[in-house]
């Protein structure tokens, strides 16, 4: 069978096939997102003093309801710029729920007015494709630094000579490259029990003594109310800077990423539906102490290449979520920690390659420049910064008289 017809079987069947599958290469694709989800969420509990259950409780909600109402994989990620400023400098709790209020309202505006449609209708599809790009070879990098750095959760950080993430690193990488389109047998389910396995033999001791199962609910305003001055400060220093990667990464983007695997089964991802699901979802964490959630492209793009096709994928790992936090509570993180570093940066290269490489349909020598110099502005600057470029660039090379 042709390329072409194998292409044009693979959109059919994606197009027509049922809502919700529970199956083992959907628990695979469920597996995909944790990549940039964890280390962000882990980092902010720990050392942000973050409630887990409510953190988890937030996240796990997100993820169901996102299922339910789209109908196909819907990705669940942390606002990165709000998350890794928040872990670098000790946001207090109080400071990172009010950056969620202020991203919660400022996306719910843009869907619930139209704005985002017309943002949308002037961003030209090469800045969409230099914004995928820029994300999928930070998630490449930040993947391979997870294999590389030291990992505080193991116990043996060596093996002879050679760093034990590394090691690990690299087994889950054969391992993905071997079972990638293994359907009986799917990749991430296989790196990530295995992942876990290591984690229960090498890693920091388990003890069972300390997983208190019983009834954890979340509850509301775990931290107080913030003050009218956690409210102003935080909008320059974080608020500000998130809400150009927002727009670009996780409604543009991941949008446009949405039609592209799903096509007419995506019907309810709309650039308006997709803002105001993540407006929601982060005055809902403001309310109940969690994180600043998006759902990033990248996400999707790791659900897809692990096997997700059905939002039943969002259910799965949306429940594991809620039920390691109502049963273990607090005791839920030695168990989430388990998992070597090593293992989700195996996750996010491969997602981050499934997402750069959706540049290679631009053709025109402009085009590709533009994504090009907005890798080059995402890798010394940031993403957001790259899409305003981006955006600016794109236009002045609509002219004639500008050759590249």
């Known amino acids: 069978m042709s390329e072409r017809n194998k292409e044009s079987e693979k959109k059919a069947l994606q197009e027509t096939s049922p809502a919700f599958?529970?199956?083992?290469?959907?628990?695979?694709?469920?597996?995909?997102?944790?990549?940039?989800?964890?280390?962000?969420?882990?980092?902010?509990?720990?050392?942000?003093?973050?409630?887990?259950?409510?953190?988890?409780?937030?996240?796990?909600?997100?993820?169901?309801?996102?299922?339910f109402y789209f109908k196909v994989p819907t990705p669940v990620q942390p606002?990165?710029?709000?998350?890794?400023?928040?872990?670098?400098?000790?946001?207090?709790?109080?400071?990172?729920i009010a950056s969620s209020l202020w991203m919660g309202i400022f996306v719910l505006v843009l869907g619930t007015t139209g704005l985002i449609h017309l943002i949308a209708k002037y961003t030209p599809k090469c800045t969409v494709r230099g914004v995928q790009l820029g994300v999928g070879v930070v998630l490449m990098g930040k993947g391979i630094n997870f294999m590389l750095q030291p990992d505080p959760n193991l116990v043996v950080q060596s093996i002879g000579p050679i760093n034990t993430g590394i090691?690990?690193?690299?087994?889950?990488?054969?391992?993905?490259?071997?079972?990638?389109?293994?359907?009986?047998?799917?990749?991430?389910?296989?790196?990530?029990m295995g992942g876990i396995i290591v984690g229960l033999f090498i890693g920091k001791p388990l003890?069972?003594?300390?997983?208190?199962?019983?009834?954890?609910?979340?509850?509301?305003?775990?931290?107080?109310?913030?003050?009218?001055?956690?409210?102003?400060w935080v909008l320059p220093v974080v608020v500000l800077p998130q809400i150009p990667m927002t727009i670009g990464n996780a409604?543009?983007?991941?949008?446009?990423?949405?039609?592209?695997?799903?096509g007419k089964r995506a019907h309810r991802a709309t650039y308006k539906s997709i803002a105001n699901s993540q407006g929601i979802?982060?005055?809902?964490?403001?309310?109940?102490?969690?994180?600043?959630?998006?759902?990033?492209?990248?996400?999707?793009?790791?659900?897809?290449?692990?096997?997700?096709?059905?939002?039943?994928?969002?259910?799965?790992?949306?429940?594991?979520?809620?039920?390691?936090?109502?049963?273990?509570?607090?005791?839920?993180?030695?168990?989430?920690?388990?998992?070597?570093?090593?293992?989700l940066g195996v996750l996010l290269v491969f997602a981050g390659a499934q997402l750069a490489l959706m540049v290679q349909d631009l053709t025109a020598r402009k085009d590709l420049f533009v994504t090009l110099l907005m890798l080059g502005i995402t890798l010394t600057v940031n993403l957001a910064v790259a899409f305003i470029c981006g955006v600016i660039i794109a236009y002045a090379l609509k002219s004639d008289r500008i050759k590249v």
């Open 21 to 67: 599958i529970f199956n083992r290469l959907e628990f695979s694709g469920s597996l995909g997102d944790l990549g940039t989800l964890l280390p962000i969420a882990i980092g902010m509990i720990v050392l942000n003093g973050l409630n887990v259950t409510n953190v988890m409780v937030t996240v796990g909600l997100f993820y169901i309801v996102s299922g």
């Open 79 to 96: 606002m990165k710029v709000i998350g890794a400023y928040a872990i670098a400098v000790g946001l207090t709790p109080t400071q990172i």
């Open 167 to 192: 090691v690990l690193g690299v087994v889950g990488m054969a391992a993905t490259l071997l079972l990638l389109e293994n359907r009986k047998v799917p990749a991430a389910v296989m790196v990530i």
């Open 207 to 232: 003890k069972m003594e300390e997983l208190k199962i019983g009834f954890h609910f979340p509850q509301f305003f775990p931290y107080g109310l913030p003050s009218g001055s956690d409210m102003l």
């Open 251 to 262: 409604i543009l983007s991941n949008t446009d990423v949405m039609h592209e695997y799903f």
């Open 281 to 343: 979802a982060n005055i809902i964490s403001f309310a109940w102490g969690g994180i600043s959630l998006c759902h990033g492209a990248g996400g999707l793009a790791a659900m897809y290449r692990f096997g997700a096709r059905t939002a039943a994928a969002n259910l799965m790992i949306g429940g594991i979520f809620i039920a390691l936090a109502l049963i273990f509570g607090r005791n839920a993180l030695p168990i989430l920690n388990l998992l070597p570093l090593s293992v």
